[in-house]
Nanobody, 125 residues
Framework: QVQLVESGGGLVQAGDSLRLSCAAS????????MGWFRQAPGKEREFVGFIICAGGRTNYADSVKGRFTISRDNAKNTVYLQMNSLKPEDTAVYYC??????????????????WGQGIQVTVSS
């Protein structure tokens, strides 16, 4: 089992930056591929980005590419989502997710076995 706890959310203005953290416990963190997803009211949960367990390769949704950056600190068992140039449409509950299996397409929710409880990010215009 893996436990994930997000932190760092809040209310910001358009153009501001925010960094989310996701602390993991229960399994060797370096073996986990970590993803970030978000869900706005009335919408499906959507892919934001991921960072793989080995090598740290990242991938992002087009909507956040160039503005968001995912990084990980294996010594702290933590993954980060740095969000810059925030827009009102980034308002959502943000979830981190983890898997230790290599299924292939880490853009998909179904690839992940463990989820955090989610944290609210609100961007005002």
């Amino acid at each position: 089992q893996v436990q994930l706890v997000e932190s760092g959310g809040g209310l910001v203005q358009a153009g501001d930056s925010l960094r989310l953290s996701c602390a993991a416990s229960g399994r060797t963190f370096s073996s986990l591929t970590m993803g970030w997803f978000r869900q706005a009211p009335g919408k499906e949960r959507e892919f934001v980005g991921f960072i793989i367990c080995a090598g740290g390769r990242t991938n992002y949704a087009d909507s956040v590419k160039g503005r968001f950056t995912i990084s990980r600190d294996n010594a702290k068992n933590t993954v980060y989502l740095q969000m810059n140039s925030l827009k009102p449409e980034d308002t959502a509950v943000y979830y981190c997710a983890a898997t230790n299996l290599w299924r292939g397409n880490f853009n998909m929710r179904s690839q992940y076995d463990y989820w955090g409880q989610g944290i609210q990010v609100t961007v005002s215009s």
